[in-house]
């Protein structure tokens, strides 16, 4: 079985580029954690950490009879698949922080991407464009669905439609630093989504 | 995690990427020059595991980018071609930059691009 480990929960900040060796790196800043310990769920094939981010003040009653046993409530809640050895040191209340991780790990982010709307062809498909000129009427549609021949229209088939806002995950993105006392995680490259949105990051 | 969520965890996160990027900088290295002047500009080469020191001297006919990450480009003639370069001042490679002498006339421009001919 593939060995899972600890991840923590983050907002991400922006982009910007900083020297490392007299080389220029571009990085991902992520406000990460600190994250609370809601419930540590340990069974036989699955364990896993349930993580609370960001603290609330008031949280309607169903949600908040999540936190019944923690006390303070939580805007965010996600689990982090652990193995049965890492999940059985935490307990409810615990908190995690940046601190799990180390300088050059490598990493997983997921997050989601902007949406796009309803968008075309190009956009979505990186289809190519039809002449503008010359009476050609064929800008930027959509191409043929099928043929007599083959039939009706297959499932799956590339169309127009609504992009973006899917859950992604960008894997093996190596920590560059890490600044303890402001939260701050600097992973190299990119990550899905706009500033501001959550994001959850995972030890490779 | 289910669906996008997007939280004003920190009031103004540009800000905090400003504090960020200038907790890397190298140095913070003071401009001794303005748009207009003369420079040599030093800056190191590494070529597999040899490293020199190429001096390029030129117009400064561009500042720009925000105090923590800000370029110049020095432009020059060579045989009748014109050469531009654009550095990073903060930048470790850029070893210094040395004016060489100020403009006869002060520009009246943020950027010198009409010293490009056509």
């Known amino acids: 079985m593939k060995e899972v480990k600890m991840g923590i929960l983050g907002v991400k900040i922006g982009m910007t580029e900083i020297y490392q060796d007299k080389e220029l790196v571009p990085v991902t800043a992520?406000?990460?954690?600190?994250?609370?310990?809601?419930?540590?769920?340990?069974?036989?094939?699955?364990?896993?950490?349930?993580?609370?981010?960001?603290?609330?003040?008031?949280?309607?009653?169903?949600?908040?009879?999540?936190?019944?046993?923690?006390?303070e409530k939580y805007k965010v809640i996600a689990e982090v698949r652990v193995d049965k050895e890492t999940a059985s040191k935490y307990k409810v209340g615990d908190v995690i922080d940046v601190n799990v991780f180390s300088k050059g790990e490598l990493v997983n982010v997921t997050g989601f991407t902007?949406?796009?709307?309803?968008?075309?062809?190009?956009?979505?498909?990186?289809?190519?464009?039809?002449?503008?000129?010359?009476?050609?009427?064929?800008h930027r549609k959509a191409g043929s669905?099928?043929?007599?021949?083959?039939?009706?229209?297959?499932?799956?088939k590339r169309r127009p439609g609504r992009y973006g806002n899917e859950k992604v995950t960008i894997r093996n993105l190596k920590i560059i630093d890490i600044i303890p006392d402001k939260n701050i995680i600097l992973v190299k490259g990119g990550i899905p989504g706009p500033k501001n949105s959550v994001v959850k990051i995972v030890k490779n | 995690m289910k669906r996008m969520r997007i939280l004003k965890v920190v009031k103004s996160p540009d800000k905090l990427l400003r504090e960020i990027h200038e907790k890397y900088l190298p140095s913070k290295k003071e401009l001794n020059f303005k748009v207009g002047d003369i420079v040599k500009v030093h800056q190191r080469i590494v070529e597999g595991d040899k490293s020199r020191v190429q001096v390029f001297e030129g117009v400064v006919i561009e500042i720009h980018g925000p105090i923590y990450n800000r370029f110049f480009t020095v432009r020059k003639e060579v045989q009748g071609v014109g050469v531009e370069k654009t550095f990073r001042i903060n930048s470790p490679n850029v070893e210094k930059v040395e004016l060489v002498?100020?403009?006869?006339?002060?520009?009246?421009?943020?950027?010198?691009?009409?010293?490009r001919p056509e």
């Open chain 1, 145 to 156: 669905n099928a043929t007599s021949r083959i039939g009706p229209t297959r499932p799956g």
């Open chain 1, 114 to 138: 902007k949406g796009r709307g309803f968008s075309g062809m190009i956009k979505r498909w990186n289809a190519s464009r039809g002449p503008m000129s010359h009476g050609s009427k064929h």
């Open chain 2, 101 to 115: 002498r100020n403009p006869l006339k002060k520009p009246r421009r943020k950027k010198l691009t009409y010293l």
């Open chain 1, 30 to 71: 992520i406000l990460a954690g600190p994250c609370k310990v809601i419930e540590v769920k340990m069974n036989e094939n699955y364990c896993a950490l349930k993580l609370g981010f960001v603290k609330v003040d008031k949280l309607n009653k169903p949600l908040s009879g999540v936190f019944k046993n923690v006390g």
